[in-house]
C-alpha cells in the first residue's frame, strides 16, 4: 500500500462521567482521514490488558494500525465536569502511548508515508518522543526538486505573506477607539489587539497567523536560494536571487516589527529580536534562539543590500506582484529610516534610495490623488481603484487572507473598535494641517450613518469562494506594501534628521498638492508656525495632545535625538500625514514604537471620553506577544510589566 497518511501517538480510553470512550488526536486524525477514501493507518501502543484488548479490537474494525502491545498499562484520561459543566482532565503518564517503540515494519511505514499528523502531547516521553522523530527521519522528501530557472521563479510565488499586519497594527495603535455603548467586536482577536491583551484567537490576521505565514514564506525564499547555490549561481538567475533575498529580508522585517521593540541605538544590543532563518531546516524539533533586534537588522542590511542590485523587472509578466526595482529601494528606504544610526548615515540611504523610487520628477509618481478621489466610497469602487496594480503609485501588491476588509470597512461589523469621528476630528483627517482644513482633501474620508466608522477605503475585501454547495469559502484583501506616496513621506522624515530642513519642506509640498486641493506652499515657516509651540496671544502652534483634549501632536520620547524647534516641528508634520496617508494600513503603529509615542486606550460614547489605559513609552505591550504555540516549543516570551 503506497501513499499511506499516518498519525502516531496517542491510542487511549477517556473515561467519562457517562462512560469511556476510545480518544486521541491521532487516532481520531487517521479514522476521518480513511472516510475521504485516503489510505490511513494508526500507530500507537497499549498494554497487555483489557483496556488494551479493546482497543484493538475496536481499530480492527474501523481502521488500518500499527499498534505495539508494551509492559506499560494502556492509557486513559479521567474527564471530570465542574459545577458549571467544565471539564476537567486527569492524563495519567508513562503508560503504553508513551512508550511506543520504534521497529523495522515502522520503518517501512515511513518510507511509504505520503503525510504525518503527530501531536505535541505523544512527544512527552523520550520513548515516543525519539521514534516519532526516527519515523520522521525515514519518511521520503516529497518537496519539490528544484532543478530548473522556471521551478525557482515558480517557488517565489510562496516568498510573500498570506498575513497581513493590518489589523493587529491597527488596533493596537491610535487609530481606534472603543466606541462603548452596545457595539460589540468583529471576534476575539480585535478585541484582543485594541485592549493590547497577549493574543489566543488563532485564525487569520492573528500573531499566529502572521507568525507562521512570514515563516513559510521566509522557507520559500531560502528554498530558491538553496537552490540556486546548488546550481552553481548561474547570472541568469540574479533576478530571482535577488527577489528571494529581498523576501526573506522583508519579511523577518514585518516579524521583527510586529514582535520585538524598535530598533534603538541605546537597547537594540540587547534587545530580544527574531529568528533569522537563512537555510531551509532539515531536523526534526530543532533549537532556535531569538538573538538580539540589532542582530536581525544586521540580517536584513545585509539581504537587502545583497538583492537589490539583481532585481530586474523584465523576468516578471506583472512586476508588480514581485519585489520589481521600485519595490524593492521603497522598503530600503523605509528600512534604513527605521536602522537609527548614531552618525545618521542611515539617513543618507534612506534618501538615496527614496530618490531612486521618485526620480527626479517625483510629482509624476504620486498617486492621482483627484482621479481617485473622485470615484464612489461605495459598493468598493474607490478602494478597488486604490489598489490597481496599474496605479503608479503601488509599488508592491500581495494578497492575503485577512477579515480587515470587512471589519475596516463601511459595514455593520466590529463597531466596538474603530477610527471614529473623535479621532477623525482631533487627530487625523479632518483636523487643520498644512493643506488647510478637510474641504481640500481630494479624498474624502466619510462618516456611515449609524455606524461609528470613518474609513478612507482602501483595502476591499474580496471572497474566494471554496465551496460553491455550501457558498462559503476565505476573505482575502490585495495587501498595498509600498506605495510612492509613503516613500516621499520617509524622504522628508530623513532630510528632517539630517538638518535638510528646505528639502524635507518641498518633500511635503509636493505630497499635499497631489494629495489635496490646497494652494497652500509648505515651507519651514509655515510648519513651525502650525506645529511649533502653541501661543495663545498669537494664536499660532498647536497644543500637545491629550486624553481628554486630543490634537495631532503627541510628545515625543525616541530613543534617539529630535532638536526642539524646527527638527520637531516638522516631524510633527510628517508624522500627522502619513497617519492620515496610512491610514487602515498598519504603519501608525511602528511610528508609534519608533517616537515612543505615549496613546491611551478610551471609550467615547455620547461625546463623553473615559481613558481606561495607557501604552507608555516604555511599555512591553509595544513589542507583542510571541504565539503561545511557539513559546511552549521554548521560544523566549516577551517579558511583560
Known amino acids: 500500500m503506497k501513499n499511506l497518511v499516518i498519525g502516531i501517538g496517542e491510542a487511549l480510553w477517556d473515561i467519562l462521567p457517562d462512560g469511556k470512550k476510545i480518544g486521541g488526536a491521532p487516532a481520531n486524525f487517521s479514522y476521518h482521514v480513511s472516510q475521504f477514501g485516503l489510505n490511513s493507518l494508526v500507530i500507537s501502543a497499549v498494554g497487555h490488558d483489557k483496556l488494551g484488548n479493546e482497543i484493538l479490537s475496536d481499530f480492527d474494525e474501523k481502521l488500518l494500525n500499527h499498534i505495539s502491545k508494551v509492559e506499560y498499562p494502556t492509557g486513559t484520561v479521567q474527564v471530570e465536569l465542574d459545577n458549571e459543566g467544565v471539564p476537567y482532565y486527569d492524563i495519567r503518564e508513562n503508560v503504553a502511548w508513551d512508550n511506543i517503540p520504534f521497529t523495522d515494519s515502522m520503518k517501512g511505514l515511513a518510507q511509504r508515508a505520503k503525510a504525518v499528523c503527530f501531536g505535541s502531547l505523544s512527544q512527552r516521553n523520550i520513548v515516543s518522543r525519539t521514534t516519532i522523530h526516527q519515523f520522521l527521519d525515514e519518511m521520503p522528501d516529497n518537496r519539490t526538486e528544484l532543478d530548473t530557472e522556471a521551478k525557482i521563479t515558480s517557488m517565489l510565488v510562496s516568498a510573500y505573506p498570506e498575513t497581513n499586519y ?41 500573531p499566529y497567523s502572521l507568525w507562521n505565514d512570514c515563516y513559510k514564506a521566509i522557507a520559500a525564499a531560502n528554498a530558491a536560494l538553496d537552490a540556486i547555490n546548488t546550481m552553481g549561481n548561474p547570472s541568469s538567475l540574479d533576478p530571482q536571487r535577488g527577489e528571494a533575498l529581498l523576501c526573506r529580508a522583508y519579511n523577518h522585517f514585518v516579524l521583527v516589527n510586529i514582535f520585538s521593540k524598535a530598533y534603538s541605538p541605546k537597547t537594540s544590543t540587547t534587545d530580544l529580536g527574531i529568528p533569522y532563518m537563512t537555510h531551509l531546516e532539515t531536523t526534526v524539533s530543532p533549537e532556535y534562539t531569538r538573538g538580539t533586534v540589532a542582530e536581525v537588522y544586521e540580517k536584513i542590511a545585509a539581504d537587502i543590500e545583497a538583492g537589490l542590485p539583481l532585481l530586474n523587472d523584465a523576468i516578471y509578466s ?18 534604513y529610516l527605521y536602522y537609527v544610526k548614531d552618525d545618521k548615515s542611515n539617513y543618507d540611504k534612506a534618501i538615496q534610495y527614496a530618490t531612486v523610487v521618485l526620480t527626479e520628477n517625483p510629482t509624476a509618481m504620486l498617486r492621482d490623488w483627484a482621479t481617485v478621489g473622485a470615484l464612489s466610497p461605495n459598493n468598493s469602487i474607490r478602494a ?16 492575503t487572507s485577512s477579515s480587515w476588509g470587512r471589519i475596516h470597512g463601511p459595514y455593520g461589523l466590529g463597531e466596538k473598535y474603530t477610527h471614529n469621528d473623535m479621532i477623525a476630528n482631533k487627530e487625523t483627517c479632518k483636523t487643520i494641517s498644512i493643506w488647510g482644513g478637510y474641504s481640500m482633501l481630494y479624498f474624502s474620508i466619510p462618516s456611515y450613518q449609524g455606524l461609528p466608522k470613518v474609513i478612507m477605503g482602501k483595502m476591499a475585501e474580496y471572497f474566494e469562494i471554496t465551496d460553491p454547495v455550501n457558498d462559503i469559502g476565505n476573505a482575502h484583501v490585495m495587501f498595498p506594501a509600498f506605495t510612492t506616496d509613503e516613500v516621499i513621506l520617509n524622504r522628508a522624515e530623513a532630510y528632517t534628521m539630517k538638518k535638510d530642513y528646505t528639502k524635507a519642506a518641498a518633500d511635503l509640498d509636493t505630497w499635499i498638492h497631489a494629495f489635496t486641493k490646497s494652494t497652500n506652499t509648505v515651507t519651514v515657516e509655515s510648519v513651525n508656525a502650525l506645529y511649533g509651540e502653541y501661543s495663545e496671544a498669537t494664536g499660532t502652534g498647536m497644543k500637545f495632545y491629550t486624553p481628554k483634549a486630543p490634537t495631532p501632536k503627541k510628545a515625543l ?34 511610528d508609534i514604537k519608533r517616537y515612543g509615542l505615549e496613546i491611551y486606550r478610551r471609550t467615547v460614547y455620547n461625546n463623553e471620553i473615559t481613558v481606561n489605559d495607557e501604552l507608555k513609552a516604555d511599555d512591553s505591550r509595544r513589542a507583542i506577544q510571541l504565539p503561545q504555540s511557539v513559546i511552549t516549543a521554548g521560544l523566549e516570551a516577551n517579558p511583560r510589566n
Do not use: C
Not at 167 to 194: F, V
Not at 321 to 334: E, I
Not at 384 to 399: D, G, H, M, R
Open 384 to 399: 478597488t481603484a486604490f489598489i490597481n496594480v496599474s496605479e503608479k503609485a503601488n509599488l508592491l501588491l500581495y494578497s
Open 557 to 590: 520620547h525616541p530613543d534617539f535625538t529630535v532638536e526642539s524647534g524646527t527638527q520637531e516641528n516638522l516631524i510633527h508634520a510628517i508624522l500627522h500625514v502619513r497617519r492620515i496617508l496610512t491610514l487602515h494600513e498598519g504603519l501608525r503603529w511602528f
Open 166 to 206: 493590518a489589523l493587529l497594527a491597527e488596533m493596537s495603535s491610535d487609530n481606534a477607539d472603543d466606541n462603548g455603548g452596545t457595539w460589540t467586536a468583529y471576534n476575539k482577536l480585535q478585541e484582543e489587539a485594541a485592549t493590547w491583551k497577549d493574543a489566543t484567537y488563532k485564525e487569520e490576521d492573528s
Open 318 to 335: 506583472v512586476p508588480k506582484y514581485h519585489f520589481n526595482k521600485k519595490a524593492g529601494y521603497a522598503f530600503a528606504t523605509r528600512f
